[in-house]
């Protein structure tokens, strides 16, 4: 199969933002986690910690407090916060479920590198209906260093046991997408709540409106 006119034998995908529209949750979710002890987020923090890892959104906040904070006070208070919200359903982006479905049935590898932990990530797509699309999901905390580092599009790739230059990535967040680009993949941009700055365009090999526009990149679908 080709993608952008380049033969390819495996697609990555990122999760949040991308394939589930779980952004705004984890945004109320990390407000409450800040309000646990005393700290006010405002929205346009958490456009910072989009594609990161959560020890590295802990980062983010402890950055923008300017003073220590108890830490696993704010992960307690947030992942509660954020369980509760996944209760009424885990939201599909628009276009996900078409595209994986058609990738699936062509027999091409799929798999997920996510910055959220891998077993949250496994529940949540589950949740939505995608897990049986994907050989292998990998997530944040299989790995040494988060995005923008290759270290989870490697991983991903080695998981499906294709080379990570013969993979097409799809991307939501700038950190991801420069992620994908180190580890020598093709990478299809799909912004969400972040608007990628032009460096981050210029990486990447297309920028799309939504998923709905990505069966056209594949030769074969």
Request: proline share 5%; charged share 25%; with cysteine.
């Amino acid at each position: 199969m080709e993608f952008l006119g380049k033969k390819v034998a495996g697609a990555v995908f990122d999760m949040d933002g991308l394939l589930l529209d779980t952004e705004r949750i984890s945004l109320r979710a990390w407000q409450a986690g800040a309000a646990a002890v005393g700290v006010e987020m405002p929205d346009s923090m958490f456009l910072d910690m989009i594609g990161r890892r959560h020890e590295d959104c802990r980062a983010v906040l402890v950055r923008h407090a300017g003073r220590a904070l108890d830490l696993e006070a704010i992960s307690r208070a947030m992942y509660a916060d954020y369980e509760r919200r996944l209760t009424t359903g885990v939201p599909v982006m628009a276009g996900a479920r078409e595209l994986l479905s058609k990738l699936h049935a062509s027999g091409l590898p799929l798999g997920v590198a996510t910055s959220t932990r891998t077993e949250l990530a496994r529940r949540k797509l589950a949740k939505a209906g995608l897990l049986d699309f994907f050989r292998s999901v990998t997530g944040g905390d299989g790995v040494a260093r988060g995005k923008p580092a290759p270290d989870i599009y490697l991983a991903a790739a080695e998981a499906l046991g294709v080379p990570s230059h013969e993979c097409a990535a799809f991307e939501d967040s700038p950190p991801g997408a420069l992620s994908a680009v180190a580890a020598g993949m093709r990478v299809a941009l799909v912004p969400d709540m972040v608007r990628p700055a032009p460096e981050v365009v210029m990486a990447v090999s297309v920028v799309l409106p939504s998923l709905v526009d990505a069966l056209g990149l594949f030769s074969e679908l």
